[in-house]
Every structure is written in structure tokens, then in C-alpha cells.
């Protein structure tokens, strides 16, 4: 049941976050992954390093994550244009030990032995889930229809479990949605996509 508004207490705001994530096909067939993280505070708020005043920015963070089609990292910059601390930017750089890593099962564990706790920045690393989920939502109507081409031109060819299936309640193997997965990509039903 949703509180009315007239029946909400007063509230104060005392700080927003906003992450945007978008992803872009590039004209040499790779991918760029983008996010951004922007915190900003509601009222003056003291830190270590001194006031971040009302409506301050805090961080202001950008990722621009470069992929191949098969999902693999292949160049990362980490940016922080703004952040709390004079040294927070320093570990930028580390993020160059992630090319080479798969967005796949285990990538968030992978990611933390390699940028995680005192080795990188917490607001960067929080930033690469959603910018890994774009990139599963920015190459799946590219992966689809370069499978769709190769079972075209190759009756051998095996259209490839489809990945969705078991990852969540709505996609459960005996599903509908698994069902109905299944025949959007095998071409029978296209209307049921």
C-alpha cells in the first residue's frame, strides 16, 4: 500500500546519488561501456579534508569500460573528476588489471581480488555491476542477430543456450519465460519475444 503523500512526515534531504550507465556500438567492432556516478549532498557536510557545502558535489566518477563481442574487457579508464580526498584519484590507474576479464558468471568476485578493498576505490568498483549489466543489455540485440546470421548461412550451426535462462525467478528453466525465450531464438514465434 503506497502512503499518501499528505500523510508522510517531513523530510530533509541530505544526499542524492545518481548513476547513469549507457553503452555504445563502435564503428572498429568493439563496445564502450560507460558510467558515471555522481554524488551530491543536501546540506553543508563536514569531511576529513573539510565542507562539501549544500547542494556540493562529493564524487564525480566516470568509467568508459571498452569490450570485444565476446565480452572482454579490452581497455578501461577510471576518472575522478571530484572526491573526498586528495589521494582518492591515485588508484585510478589500477583499474587497467581488469582488461582481460570476461563479463560473466563470477565477474563481480573476479573484479574484487583484483580492484577490491585497499587496491582500488569503493564508489568506482560499486559502479561495475550496473555498467556490466549494460553490457549484457547493449550486446544482446547485437549478439542475437550475428547468431541468427551464422544459423542462416550454416545449417550445422547450433543456436547456443540462451544465457537468461536460470538467472532469476522470471527466467526459471521451466518457465513460460524460459519458454518463450526459446522460441525467440530459434526464429518459431517471434511475436512472443
Not at 568509467?63 to 582518492?88: G, H, L, W, Y
Not at 543456450?161 to 538467472?167: F, K, S
Amino acid at each position: 500500500m503506497t502512503v499518501p503523500i499528505s500523510d508522510t512526515p517531513k523530510r530533509r534531504l541530505l544526499h542524492t546519488r545518481k548513476v547513469v550507465c549507457t553503452g555504445y556500438e563502435r564503428d572498429d567492432g568493439l563496445f564502450d561501456i560507460e558510467g558515471c556516478l555522481l554524488d551530491t549532498k543536501g546540506v553543508d557536510t563536514e569531511f576529513v579534508y573539510g565542507t562539501v557545502p549544500a547542494d556540493g558535489v562529493l564524487h564525480y566518477m566516470r568509467i568508459t569500460m571498452t569490450i570485444d563481442q565476446n565480452m572482454e574487457i579490452r581497455q578501461f579508464k577510471a576518472v575522478s573528476e571530484q572526491a573526498p580526498t586528495p589521494v582518492c584519484s591515485h588508484v585510478n590507474r589500477a583499474y587497467a588489471a581488469l582488461i582481460g576479464l570476461r563479463i560473466s558468471a563470477g565477474f563481480k568476485k573476479r573484479v574484487a581480488e583484483r580492484v577490491g578493498g585497499v587496491k582500488g576505490c569503493t564508489h568506482l568498483t560499486e559502479m561495475l555491476g550496473p555498467m556490466a549489466t549494460t553490457a549484457i543489455q547493449t550486446m544482446a540485440p547485437v549478439m542475437r542477430k550475428r547468431l541468427r546470421q551464422r544459423a542462416a548461412a550454416d545449417p550445422d550451426f547450433k543456436m547456443p543456450d540462451h544465457w537468461v535462462i536460470g538467472t532469476c525467478h522470471a527466467y526459471h528453466p521451466d518457465g513460460d519465460a524460459a519458454r518463450r525465450v526459446n522460441q525467440w531464438r530459434s526464429g518459431d514465434d517471434a511475436s512472443q519475444a
